[in-house]
């Protein structure tokens, strides 16, 4: 039997991102932070941070930027064993636009992504099995058509090996069409044991905005959990063909409200690694989805896990 060496894993895109220092229209801000992000890389920070064993299989440029990327990474405690600095490949860069109103863009550069490389025969098969949980996302796929497949040979690949499967759609439009990632998707909800994704984006999958359908159709999958995240408000799980809404904690400001999702679904990961039950995984996932807001950056919110038992009050908090 394959003795599991890591906790969860996942494969995917990383990049720069530049924060802006000034509010407004890109073309007026001269000065940004640079950090670094990609929806799969959050959720394994998310993961280290609350003590879970975790890799990242990815391919980044070989120059200044990929060896940023992989050296925090190391340092957050993932294994990169599996993470490759590829020649003639720029690593992937995000610019973000954040305006007074809190509205904010994206403007990625990720067109010829060093991931183009990671090829179907190049997937590390032994390190997918050695994992307990999987964790896909609706961004790799979307970023070249041929990490469709690479995706879907994954999804096989740990299906067939006993290795849980999450995944979230996280589709962004900038980078693929509804339909595309619609006829997408759905090919591989059939391999996918944890289901986190948006109202909009069930929308998407299903061409309905209608939810008793989404409801019907989603019957048809043999899903473990099916995890609606709903931003402030809170998420709600699957329970016997009904939504269980589970309300949002207490925030005090708003700061920046990109990553919370990663972050839910890392601190959901946990919880079910950790075999809590449901109502105790949901809380504590929306307690990590209520802290990442409170911090400016993707990932810098993340918390470590005994943060969140102070956050729920769960430990003392002693500050001085
Ligand atoms: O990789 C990408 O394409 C990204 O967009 C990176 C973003 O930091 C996360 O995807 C945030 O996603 P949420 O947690 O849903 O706010």
Same mark, same amino acid.
């Given at each position: 039997m394959n003795v599991k060496q890591l906790d969860i894993i996942t494969i995917g895109d990383g990049m720069i991102t530049f924060d802006p220092i000034? &509010?407004?229209?890109?073309?007026? #801000?001269?000065h940004f932070e640079r950090k670094i992000g990609g929806a799969e890389l959050n959720v394994m920070i998310g993961c280290a941070r609350l003590g879970m064993k975790s890799g990242w299989i990815s391919r980044l440029g070989r120059d200044e930027f990929g060896r940023h990327i992989i050296n925090t990474i190391r340092g957050e /405690?993932?294994? #990169?064993?599996?993470v490759q600095l590829v020649e003639n490949y720029a690593t992937s860069l995000n610019f973000k636009e954040i305006h007074e109103s809190g509205k904010a863009r994206t403007f990625y550069y990720?067109? &010829?992504?060093?991931?183009?490389?990671?090829t179907i025969d190049q997937l590390p098969i032994d390190y997918i099995q050695s994992a307990k949980i999987i964790h896909l996302s609706g961004v790799f796929p979307s970023i070249r058509q041929q990490n469709r497949e690479v995706l879907f040979q994954t999804l096989k690949i740990a299906h067939t090996s006993g290795v849980k499967v999450s995944f979230d759609p996280n589709i962004r439009l900038k980078l693929w069409s509804k339909e595309e990632a619609r006829q997408t998707i759905l090919t591989y909800l059939p391999y996918v044991d944890y289901l986190l994704a948006g109202r909009e984006e069930l929308e998407i999958i299903f061409n309905t905005t209608d939810m008793t359908i989404i409801l019907e159709l989603l019957k048809k999958y043999a899903f473990e959990q099916v995890i609606l995240k709903d931003g402030a408000s809170g998420a709600s799980y699957l329970s016997h063909g009904q939504w269980v809404h589970v309300p949002g904690e207490k925030v005090?400001? =708003? =700061? $920046?409200?990109?990553g919370a999702g990663d972050g839910f679904s890392a601190a959901f990961l946990c919880g079910i690694l950790k075999g809590w039950h449901i109502d105790k995984i949901m809380k504590f996932a929306n307690a990590v989805g209520a802290m990442v807001v409170?911090?400016? /950056? $993707?990932?810098? /919110?993340?918390?470590y896990y005994e943060d969140v038992e102070v956050y729920l009050g769960l430990r003392e908090n002693i500050e001085r």
């Amino acid at each position: 039997m394959n003795v599991k060496q890591l906790d969860i894993i996942t494969i995917g895109d990383g990049m720069i991102t530049f924060d802006p220092i000034a &509010k407004g229209p890109l073309r007026f #801000v001269n000065h940004f932070e640079r950090k670094i992000g990609g929806a799969e890389l959050n959720v394994m920070i998310g993961c280290a941070r609350l003590g879970m064993k975790s890799g990242w299989i990815s391919r980044l440029g070989r120059d200044e930027f990929g060896r940023h990327i992989i050296n925090t990474i190391r340092g957050e /405690g993932i294994d #990169v064993s599996e993470v490759q600095l590829v020649e003639n490949y720029a690593t992937s860069l995000n610019f973000k636009e954040i305006h007074e109103s809190g509205k904010a863009r994206t403007f990625y550069y990720r067109q &010829k992504s060093p991931t183009e490389t990671l090829t179907i025969d190049q997937l590390p098969i032994d390190y997918i099995q050695s994992a307990k949980i999987i964790h896909l996302s609706g961004v790799f796929p979307s970023i070249r058509q041929q990490n469709r497949e690479v995706l879907f040979q994954t999804l096989k690949i740990a299906h067939t090996s006993g290795v849980k499967v999450s995944f979230d759609p996280n589709i962004r439009l900038k980078l693929w069409s509804k339909e595309e990632a619609r006829q997408t998707i759905l090919t591989y909800l059939p391999y996918v044991d944890y289901l986190l994704a948006g109202r909009e984006e069930l929308e998407i999958i299903f061409n309905t905005t209608d939810m008793t359908i989404i409801l019907e159709l989603l019957k048809k999958y043999a899903f473990e959990q099916v995890i609606l995240k709903d931003g402030a408000s809170g998420a709600s799980y699957l329970s016997h063909g009904q939504w269980v809404h589970v309300p949002g904690e207490k925030v005090d400001k =708003v =700061v $920046d409200t990109v990553g919370a999702g990663d972050g839910f679904s890392a601190a959901f990961l946990c919880g079910i690694l950790k075999g809590w039950h449901i109502d105790k995984i949901m809380k504590f996932a929306n307690a990590v989805g209520a802290m990442v807001v409170q911090v400016q /950056g $993707d990932n810098e /919110g993340l918390p470590y896990y005994e943060d969140v038992e102070v956050y729920l009050g769960l430990r003392e908090n002693i500050e001085r």
